[in-house]
């Protein structure tokens, strides 16, 4: 083995660029290699969207407020550094869905708003009977051929359950996931395991209900486990644990990286402040945007041109809690496509996570902007308020101002996996192989959005970089 150190750059650092300098320090430690690394922020602080406030003892996220339970990467890696006391689920109430100015519980056995349990959906005054016996189409028609290519979402579930149940309930709430037009996005990239529940059950409503676990008859009226996870210390303090166990020398802040170049085998990275780092092997997170203002002089980057994004915003409003007349049971709403709002959604947060909120306070947490439509998000504060103060009025009837808010603007920050986007990105490494070797890129842009999938590819992008390094100069 070589004994020169090598040395690695990761660009970048919100949850993916902070997990990949965690788990490449725990095995260059663990396995004492030759190797060192420098994380390069931009910002004056890590975390990237993962932004928590604290105000008059409200815990209030700016970005992402939990993370899926059964993705267990995050749960891991929040127990490594010694946060698992801080872990809680949330409540899991009624959830709604707003349309025609009135709110509709989502159906009882609803996933992703796919039906498991037929009464629910027979009785649910959501859909018409039109509606209703178009979706139950779904029970006779064939599977899609097997030589199909990637699709929109909209396209696959409207095939199978017909406009109404996409439109009033399956576009809501996949489009909160994703921030994005359903008729645009791909299946493969987001939901592919509903392409194959529908391959192997013919029916995507049967399959669904042949892959839902059951609840045991012990369970009684106990509710089934609730799917998220968060801390009650806000997600901001994971992103200070991990930077806690981070080489403090090797971390640097207010360090955009300006552009990239090849050098031999290795890379030099230009910085703002007019330095510059060279790196046999570079972990880039930064969005696509970001990332391909670096790689400017290499064709095979345009690919990341490929990849839209969309503005949003989130609004976070604390009431007393007897501001709100309207004191309905349950986690929050999403807005169906047709119903004629500006927020796309809203979050009952002192129900679904109590530990946010002090004793006899309300928060609600407001989205608005998506894909095609995200002017709202560029107007002033006062703009943003009036107007969502205005639909609350209509569906909670809040007659009193918020004792505070906090607007936060994610401006072409949500990436959109647009039909194709499979190919595109497995294209684009192909071509990082064969004209950037040692270039690995990772982060919501690429396989997933949510912080189990940044985190996973975290992890993926470290054993990519020891795989590189090793092939030749480490062996």
């Not at 409503?205 to 806000?234: D, E, V, Y």
């Not at 999938?453 to 993926?460: F, K, L, N, R, S």
Request: hydrophobic share 35%; charged share 20%.
């Amino acid at each position: 083995m070589s004994t020169d150190t090598l040395k690695v750059a990761i660009v970048g650092g919100g949850i993916t660029g902070l997990t990949t300098a965690y788990y490449l320090q725990k095995k260059i430690r663990e396995q004492g290699l030759p190797i060192e690394y420098v994380l390069l922020e931009a910002s004056d602080r890590l975390g990237g969207k993962i932004q928590t406030d604290y105000t008059n003892g409200f815990v209030i996220e700016r970005g992402p407020d939990s993370f899926l339970a059964r993705k267990t990467s995050a749960s891991r890696l929040v127990k490594e550094v010694g946060l698992e006391d801080k872990l809680v689920r949330n409540y899991t109430g009624q959830a709604y869905v707003l349309n025609n100015d009135k709110l509709y519980p989502i159906p009882g056995g609803a996933i992703m708003g796919i039906p498991t349990k037929l009464t629910p959906f027979i009785t649910t005054s959501l859909f018409s009977p039109a509606g209703k016996l178009r979706a139950a189409l779904d029970l006779v028609l064939p599977r899609s051929p097997q030589h199909d290519n990637d699709r929109s979402l909209g396209e696959f579930f409207r095939h199978r359950l017909g406009d109404e149940v996409v439109e009033n309930l399956i576009e809501p709430l996949l489009s909160g996931i994703y921030a994005g037009d359903i008729d645009q996005l791909s299946l493969m990239s987001t939901f592919p395991q509903f392409h194959q529940v529908e391959q192997k059950y013919r029916s995507l409503i049967l399959g669904m209900r042949s892959t839902t676990p059951k609840q045991p008859k012990s369970a009684g009226n106990k509710k089934a486990p609730s799917a998220f996870l968060t801390l009650t210390t806000g997600l901001q303090s994971l992103v200070a644990a991990i930077e806690k166990n981070l080489d403090p020398a090797c971390v640097r802040k207010h360090a955009p990286v300006q552009k990239v170049t090849k050098t031999g085998q290795g890379y030099k990275l230009y910085i703002g402040d007019g330095s510059a780092v060279y790196a046999d092997s570079v972990v880039v997170t930064t969005p696509p945007q970001a990332t391909l203002r670096m790689f400017t002089e290499y064709e095979c980057m345009r690919l990341l041109a490929d990849i839209p994004t969309t503005s949003v915003a989130t609004i976070a409003l604390a009431f007393p809690k007897a501001a709100i007349k309207q004191n309905i049971d349950g986690t929050g709403f999403v807005v169906s496509r047709n119903a004629h709002y500006t927020i796309t959604a809203c979050t009952w947060t002192h129900k679904k996570w109590p530990h946010t909120t002090p004793e006899g306070k309300a928060l609600l947490r407001c989205y608005v902007g998506r894909a095609g439509d995200d002017s709202i998000v560029y107007k002033s504060d006062e703009e943003i308020i009036r107007a969502v103060l205005h639909d609350l009025r209509r569906i909670l009837e809040i007659n009193e101002t918020p004792e505070f808010y906090h607007i936060t603007r994610w401006k072409q920050a949500m990436p959109q996996y647009i039909v194709g986007h499979k190919y595109r990105i497995e294209k684009l490494s192909d071509e990082l192989k064969r004209h950037l070797p040692g270039i690995f890129l990772a982060g919501a842009p690429y396989y997933g959005i949510g912080l189990p999938d940044c985190i996973d590819q975290g992890e993926a992008a470290v054993k990519q970089v020891l795989r590189h390094l090793r092939t030749p100069i480490l062996v």
